[in-house]
């Protein structure tokens, strides 16, 4: 594999996985727009266990502490931001990522605005696996009940709760785990690159990925796959093709091609690229929609 | 002596300076038929929000089962046996029907292991199959995998049914059901209602169709401007004079109003 082509898998396994740590409580209708202090929590707590002053773990143990030391934190913070709703969850999620990276920056045990070098390294070998082993459980996830008690969340909270599902909960589990997932990519990140800051876990990181969740779509586990692929392959792709053709415009100015088909995109499919609708069209048979016939025929409508 | 399935007694709810409901007290009987009629207003639909708990109660008390529910949380009351289907119909539009009617066994399966079972995954789970039969034996076995927002309204009434059937509740709380029905769907929708009673669940309905109350239930309580203002059979009913004031009014009414003037 040349080195062009295995960067870009990396970038692609790293989005696939903080996109599905926006998925799970985007399912539940939670707008999460802190990605990027998730990343950061989980980048430094990893880099820190596996080479900080006084601890030398090994690189898995770091990678897991850090999902916990996350989820704890999502855990707590949960609480006060799932009071909010909507564009109120977006911006309380927006302030926690701000305020996470400005400690990062003025923690001097982890480098502050310097930067920290990370020193176990993870290579394709060892991301592509974990992306594959995160996909699936998202699939898995979103199978059980807690998932189908989410999707009704997401579609009625109230009526949710006359049947029994703890609403609370089943928000605060989704957000926590999908922070843990976050998480897992931000250790990642650190250990491939081997170096972390926490600038670059910028407000526009986690545009991007509530991006690919949102136009991928929220109703099925396939949105954050398709999304977080699209939008990482596609601009690439068309950088790629543009120099090769010569077309030098086209190369500088792919993003505004992009822009315009984002909106495009938002006003013909505002509910995300796959829906449910279009999951069953193209054979639902992984879900086991079986039709069977029945006495009474759907007439009159 | 006849046993209460639901016992509400001296209930009281204002919203803001508006009492909406102003001490009802009435008791359904176990196994019974009973339907809930008052002219719009009457709070009808605020009664069966205070029985599921949408909204806390003033003051009053509520028994089901002998058991007091006035201070259980929402989420837990399907479990004591109450289930309800709604007005307007509330459905979850993005879940397909099926996913739907599990969606109403929730309350039977909130232990960790039932939470973590991947539904979705085994399409011959007990869960899924349960579901299907409840679905088949209300005559909607048409399409378990379409998404319910592509339905007819008719069927999508009858599926809310079914899913507040699949609960498994002793009592069950029907808001309007056959509103905007048209005859036959009305017809299928009263026999499955029949049915259901017959398996013993005690129907508690909010109706303005009269042909269907009278159809099928034998107890009926009346409401106007949130007190109770009659009790008994429909039999009874027409003959009250407070009913026919609470929906026609009064010849007398109308002459204080002109001499007022």
Redesign the interface.
């Given at each position: 594999m040349s080195g062009y082509i295995e960067a870009q898998l990396i970038i692609l396994c790293l989005s696939i996985i903080y996109a599905y740590g926006i998925y799970l409580p985007a399912a539940s209708g939670q707008l999460n727009l802190g990605a990027a202090g998730f990343i950061t929590l989980g980048a430094y707590a990893s880099a820190w266990f596996n080479a900080g002053t006084g601890v030398s773990l090994p690189i898995w143990s770091s990678i897991i502490l850090a999902m916990i030391f996350t989820g704890v934190i999502a855990f707590v913070i949960s609480f006060p931001i799932l009071r909010t709703r909507g564009v109120y969850m977006v911006l309380a999620t927006f302030a926690f990522a701000e305020v996470v990276s400005g400690i990062a920056i003025n923690l001097e045990f982890v480098g502050g605005a310097a930067g920290f070098p990370v020193d176990g390294h993870t290579d394709v070998s060892i991301i592509v696996p974990v992306t594959i082993l995160v996909i699936l459980f998202s699939f898995y996830f979103m199978s059980t009940r807690l998932g189908l008690a989410l999707r009704s969340i997401h579609d009625d909270e109230s009526v949710s709760t006359l049947f029994g599902v703890n609403v609370r909960t089943a928000k605060v589990v989704a957000f926590t785990v999908g922070a843990m997932l976050m998480s897992l990519g931000g250790s990642l990140y650190g250990h491939h690159y081997n170096y972390i800051e926490a600038q670059t876990f910028n407000v526009l990181l986690s545009i991007y990925i509530l991006l690919y969740v949102l136009m991928g779509g929220t109703q099925t586990a396939w949105g954050p796959l398709i999304g977080a692929a699209f939008f990482v392959v596609v601009p690439e792709a068309l950088r790629q093709i543009a120099e090769s053709a010569g077309l030098k415009w086209l190369a500088e100015g792919r993003f505004i091609l992009f822009g315009v088909f984002i909106v495009l995109l938002m006003v013909f499919r505002p509910e995300g690229v796959i829906t449910r609708t279009l999951q069953d069209k193209i054979g639902g048979g992984l879900f086991g929609h079986k039709r069977f016939s029945s006495k009474e025929t759907v007439s009159g409508r | 002596m006849t046993q209460n399935l639901l016992e509400i007694s001296g209930m009281h709810k204002s919203f803001g300076g508006l009492k909406v409901i102003d001490d009802v007290s009435f008791d359904v009987r176990l196994s019974s038929r009973t339907a809930l009629i008052g002219p719009n207003g009457a709070g009808k639909t605020t009664i069966f929000n205070l029985l599921?708990?949408?909204y806390p109660i003033d003051a009053g008390m509520i028994i089901i089962d002998g058991q007091d529910i006035t201070n259980i949380a929402?989420?837990?009351?399907?479990?004591v046996g109450m289930?309800?289907s709604?007005q307007n119909i509330?459905l979850?539009?993005?879940?397909?029907t099926?996913?739907n009617v599990?969606?109403?066994q929730?309350?039977r399966?909130?232990s960790f292991r039932?939470?973590?079972?991947?539904?979705?995954?085994?399409?011959e789970n007990r869960?899924r199959k349960s579901a299907e039969e409840a679905l088949?034996k209300a005559?909607?076995?048409?399409?378990?995998?379409?998404?319910v927002a592509?339905?007819?309204y008719g069927?999508q009434k009858r599926i809310e049914v079914v899913?507040a059937m699949v609960?498994d509740p002793k009592l069950l709380l029907l808001d309007e059901p056959a509103a905007g029905l048209n005859f036959s769907e009305t017809g299928k929708l009263q026999a499955l209602l029949e049915k259901v009673s017959d398996q013993g669940v005690t129907i508690l309905v909010v109706e303005h169709d009269m042909q269907f109350v009278r159809d099928l239930c034998d107890h009926i309580v009346v409401l106007n401007f949130g007190r109770k203002i009659f009790e008994g059979t429909p039999e009874e009913v027409h003959r009250d004079p407070a009913v026919l004031e609470a929906y026609l009014g009064t010849d007398e009414k109308l002459s204080e109003a002109e001499s007022a003037s």
């Open positions: - | 599921t708990g949408v929402p989420e837990d009351r399907v479990t289930s309800r709604f509330r979850m539009p993005h879940l397909s099926i996913e599990m969606l109403g929730h309350a399966a909130r039932n939470l973590m079972f991947p539904l979705g995954m085994f399409p869960w088949e005559g909607i076995g048409t399409y378990p995998g379409e998404v592509n339905l007819p069927i899913r609960s």
